[in-house]
């Protein structure tokens, strides 16, 4: 156990990289994908279920918290880990994303964001003071700066202004975050789906020299084709001995294409999303259990995985649960979900270690197509 924040590099396979993160909370092994803890908790399941899984670090939210159930009560009882019962690390967003994804009446301006509660409707500010702020009072490992993410597709001249805003917000973060021992402040690059902008984000905010960089501003409604573009643009001017971290992906294959590339963290909520929604991600594609098609099949999801919800509960037994709506089948797919997701980093990091990425990637792809036997 250590007491302070570092990333080595163990393996590299192209530009993928096989890696660790050390923190006093544990270490991450990368690369790693985070389940979303949305409002302190990964939806339907238990902690020790979302460990059991393979996660070694999950995601907790600054906008959600700061309105309920508030910083500073989190604070006093003892931290979000404490309050969570998640031991291990915490990657906190900062807020900006979620606010323009959810509040109503928001306003951004050089100060920060000023927004309505999607709860009752009371009017927050949210600067890049207050974002670090909150983060520290939520105990987060990993605190995220305040950042402008665009909608796609923009102007140049817009995704331009929000990126050089991102810069101004990742320096006053950065003043505002200090120094927390064991604890990393994560710079975000932004510049929309143009390559000069994202390479003038990257090479600005290394001068910052954090411990760790997100790639922002994608995963909103562009082709896949432009978010992997703007990811190797950026690449080779991120230093290659800090986390790169891809926010809010993704799909399986967005993830094995951007691991390629070198990204080492990822965050989406879909494993968990469509686990509610009756949508189980197996080695074998995605299943929609709410299809008549399971109605009578008695196999597993996938009696191959190690995961219970996987390997011993009927297709038939979870179409019936989807259909009746029982709060079970929400608690089997979403388990099945992230474990999948655990096992596909898993095999990643493992395909990494032995230099073998690129066959490892087209296997995993051909089971996708080929189907369950
Ligand atoms: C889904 N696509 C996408 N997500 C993005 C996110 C959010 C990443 N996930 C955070 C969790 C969401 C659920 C609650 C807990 C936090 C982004 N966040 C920031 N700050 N900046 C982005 O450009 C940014 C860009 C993103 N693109």
């Known amino acids: 156990m250590t007491d302070a924040f570092s990333f080595a590099v163990s393996a590299t396979d192209g530009e993928a990289r096989r890696g660790t993160i050390a923190t006093p909370r544990g270490e991450i092994r990368t ?6 803890g949305t409002a302190g908790t990964v939806k339907a399941m238990l902690p020790e279920q979302v460990r059991q899984a393979g996660a070694d670090i999950v995601l907790g939210n600054t906008y959600h918290l700061m309105l309920r159930p508030g910083a500073e009560r989190v604070a006093r009882l003892g931290g979000l880990h404490r309050m969570m019962n998640w031991e ?12 323009m994804s959810l509040s109503g009446l928001r306003k951004i301006d050089e100060r920060g964001v000023t927004f309505q509660s999607h709860i009752d409707g009371s009017r927050h500010e949210l600067s890049p003071e207050r974002s670090i702020e909150i983060q520290g009072l939520l105990g987060s490992d990993i605190q995220m700066q305040l950042d402008e993410c665009v909608k796609l597709p923009c ?7 929000a990126m050089h805003l991102s810069l101004r917000w990742a320096e006053r973060c950065r003043v505002a975050f200090g120094e927390q021992p064991g ?9 929309g789906a143009v390559e000069r902008l994202r390479v003038e984000s990257a090479r600005e905010l290394t001068r910052l020299d954090l411990k760790g960089y997100a790639i922002g501003g994608l995963a909103v409604g562009e082709p896949q084709a432009v978010m992997l573009s703007m990811i190797e643009a950026v690449m080779p001017h991120l230093p290659a001995a800090k986390p790169r971290y891809l926010m809010g992906v993704g799909t399986p294959d967005d993830i094995v294409e951007a691991v390629r590339r070198g990204v080492d ?12 929604h009756g949508q189980a991600y197996t080695r074998y594609g995605r299943l929609n259990l709410r299809n008549a098609v399971h109605a009578d099949d ?7 995985s190690a995961c219970p919800a996987a390997n ?3 297709r038939a037994y979870l179409h019936h649960l989807v259909r009746a709506g029982e709060i079970l089948g929400m608690v089997l797919l979403t388990w099945a979900n992230i474990w999948y997701y655990q096992d596909l980093m898993a095999g990643l990091r493992k395909a990494i270690e032995e230099g073998r990425l690129s066959d490892h990637i087209a296997s995993v792809k051909a089971d996708w ?5």
């Not at 291990?88 to 606010?99: H, K």
């Not at 604890?183 to 510049?191: C, E, K, L, S």
Request: aromatic share 8%; with cysteine.
């Open 31 to 36: 690369p790693a994908f985070m389940p979303v």
């Open 88 to 99: 291990r690390p915490i990657l906190t967003d900062s807020g900006g994303f979620q606010v």
């Open 155 to 161: 102007s140049d001249e817009i995704a331009e202004k």
């Open 183 to 191: 604890r990393a402040m994560f710079g975000i690059v932004q510049g």
């Open 265 to 276: 963290m990822f965050d989406c909520v879909m494993p968990t999303r469509a686990g509610r």
């Open 298 to 304: 008695p196999r597993p999801l996938d009696p191959a």
């Open 312 to 314: 011993t509960y009927s």
């Open 369 to 373: 197509i080929r189907g369950a036997p």
